[in-house]
């Protein structure tokens, strides 16, 4: 049945909302939450955040005048009813659909996007950027960010307000506080305080008690200045944030208006200086199941607006993930050392159910990638086995950790890569494209790919068991292939891979999952009468020189296959291959990986197939090798 929005219906714009009175405020929000939950229901993704900031959302819009005043969203998770009262209702149920809009903020899709957002705790350090850009050209807008309680775990949070304390900028930071890890619940004696303080007749009166106390002695303003702030935080809790420069605002009731919108009008008058509100919210707000599971209804698969039921992927093989964790689990039975360590996603990374198994031998650190790594590098240190568990995308955050604190060092850190290669409907912000090269270019560090759910068995066992330096395993999001499993895995050797089809004329070299596609290319290629090894590398790093001389010696065409950047297997392929002189011996050899852009969300086989590293890309890749292009259009496969 469809949903009544009708005052939401006369809202295009936040202009539009901005012409509204005070007191039409609460049925906008209702209808909004409404459109939320309706909207999310047909595309699925971030549901919960986006519905504990209906109120903030609509009060932000409604106090503050965008795009002029530049809003930011940290991480953009709960953004879905920005875009809804930004012009982009219309294209709502499109989200994270192929052409459809983004599930996170981004600049190319609305001027109401100041700053695109899919890693968290970057919404200061823009809006500080943006605020002194605007005092250096002698504007007069506003900048306001509004970053969560989880994202202010990060050290950037901290190195922005630090120095946006320094700074003295004019600058507006919302804490969303949805997990009331900061502060207590919020009722009508913190609304009132928070209302006093953030008035200009309090700063107005504390400014005079400012100039009275400052023709005192030195000592008698230095303790009159500290008295005034520690008697404010310690009645509204900001003294952290007012050590930082900032003038502490709250807690506030996110979810009542009456007290938030004085509190935004109070802080939009102020003058100079950076203020932070904190408000209080509930994540899933106004939908009973989210409210009651915040952590299932994070991110949600389509579901049922009645029931909260989710839509359930057809059971097949079981995830990486999945396969990860129990693998994991296995070794640490047999291992007292093996300790886990993740930054914010345990279930993400399959750690929750390790942290079942070992509670006091698991670490969820919080947002804070770089602590991550360097905390397992203190676990290593002392002789334990750390499995450091994070998303291709999330580890790149802490990159020069790994180089100066693991790899120079050579202290045995596993690193437990997670969302490798492509992840469909999160699109470039969360992609695993770049780890083969990042880490493939360190001395000491060895870099396994699992190509399919058994070799990443194998692959942990290798990884608990190497003790002479770092090590990575990736492995990409979704479910396996099918494969019956080992009950443990074996111990491989390092650096060396394996053939799993014999010819002789091609030869198609996969690191990774592709294998599964490079197998169906071989298939097409031998139906051509072109005879094809297909050997799965294992190990980007060190390569298997045994096998790169052995495949170039008796093949006519190497094509190498990988889901990551230029610059990464295929890469260190040919500087192999030239270095042991096979290259001038009249060997073809073609590296496939992705493309050189950002590839948009979409389902994941339709990135592949538009990245060409499906079976039919890889058959052209071969013909094109091979100076026989023509054939290519006689091939089955590549003509549907």
């Avoid at 695109?116 to 809006?127: D, E, K, Q, V």
Wanted: proline share 5%.
């Amino acid at each position: 049945m469809p949903i009544s929005t009708p005052l939401l219906d006369t809202i295009l714009t936040p202009a539009d909302l901005r012409r509204l009175p005070e007191a039409a405020l609460p049925q906008l929000v209702d209808e909004l939450r409404a459109e939320v939950i309706d909207a999310v229901s047909v595309t699925g993704g971030h549901l919960g955040a986006g519905l504990g900031v209906v109120e903030l959302t609509a009060a932000l819009h409604y106090v503050f005048d965008t795009p002029d005043d530049r809003l930011i969203w940290d991480v953009g998770h709960q953004a879905y009813p920005h875009k809804i009262l930004t012009g982009r209702r219309d294209r709502i149920r499109t989200l994270r659909k192929s052409g459809g809009l983004s599930g996170f903020t981004r600049r190319a899709e609305s001027p109401y996007d100041p700053f695109g957002a899919g890693h968290s705790s970057t919404s200061i350090s823009a809006g500080l950027g943006m605020a002194a850009a605007r005092d250096l050209s002698n504007g007069g807008n506003h900048v306001v960010c509004v970053i969560g309680d989880g994202a202010m775990s990060a050290g950037m949070a901290y190195e922005a307000m630090n120095n946006a304390g320094a700074l003295g900028a004019r600058l507006i930071v919302i804490l969303n506080d949805n997990d009331m890890s900061i502060a207590p619940p919020v009722g009508a004696l913190s609304a009132h305080l928070a209302r006093i303080v953030s008035s200009g007749t309090y700063r107005s009166l504390r400014e005079t008690g400012k100039q009275i106390v400052s023709r005192l002695p030195r000592f008698f303003y230095e303790k009159a200045q500290r008295a005034e702030e520690y008697a404010r935080g310690f009645w509204t809790g900001g003294t952290l944030f007012e050590e930082l420069g900032f003038y502490y605002v709250g807690p506030v009731d996110g979810h009542n208006l009456d007290h938030l919108l004085p509190v935004l009008r109070n802080a939009r008058a102020a003058e100079d200086g950076p203020i932070l509100v904190h408000v209080v919210t509930q994540k899933g707000k106004g939908y009973a199941p989210a409210e009651a599971a915040a952590d299932k209804y994070h991110g949600v698969n389509t579901f049922d607006v009645v029931t909260g039921a989710q839509a359930k992927p057809k059971a097949n093989a079981p995830t990486y993930t999945r396969v990860f964790a129990d693998s994991l689990i296995r070794e640490a039975e047999r291992d007292e050392k093996i300790v886990a360590v993740t930054a914010a996603m345990p279930s993400g990374t399959g750690l929750d159910l390790f942290g079942q198994a070992f509670p006091k031998r698991t670490y969820d650190v919080g947002i804070a990638e770089q602590h991550a790594v360097t905390f397992a590098a203190g676990l290593a240190a002392e002789g334990y086995r750390p499995f450091c568990a994070i998303y291709s995308t999330f580890l790149q955050r802490a990159y020069d950790q790994i180089v100066h604190d693991v790899a120079i060092q050579n202290l045995p850190v596993r690193f437990a890569i997670d969302r490798a290669g492509l992840v469909g409907a999160d699109g470039p912000t969360h992609a695993g494209s770049f780890d083969i090269a990042y880490l493939g270019c360190l001395p000491n560090m060895v870099l396994m790919a699992a190509s399919d759910e058994a070799e990443l068995v194998h692959m942990v066992a290798t990884a608990a068991a190497h003790d002479a330096g770092p090590i990575a395993l990736r492995y990409p999001r979704g479910e396996g292939v099918g494969l019956e499993l080992p009950e443990r895995g074996e111990v491989l050797p390092i650096g060396k891979g394996r053939i799993v089809r014999e010819g002789n004329r091609v030869a198609l070299l996969s690191l990774g999952t592709r294998l599964a596609e490079a197998l169906a290319a071989a298939e097409q290629l031998e139906a051509r009468g072109l005879s094809t090894t297909v050997a799965d590398a294992r190990f980007a790093r060190p390569l298997d020189l045994d096998l790169l001389r052995r495949l170039a010696r008796e093949h006519e065409c190497l094509i190498t296959v990988e889901e990551g950047s230029q610059g990464g297997f295929g890469a260190f392929v040919l500087h192999a291959l030239a270095q042991e002189g096979l290259l001038d011996q009249g060997l073809k050899v073609r590296t496939m990986t992705l493309p050189d852009t950002f590839i948009e969300h979409d389902k994941p086989e339709c990135m592949y197939a538009a990245a060409g590293l499906d079976a039919a890309g890889i058959v052209a890749t071969v013909f094109a090798a091979l100076g026989n292009a023509s054939a290519i259009a006689d091939v089955p496969a590549l003509r549907a």
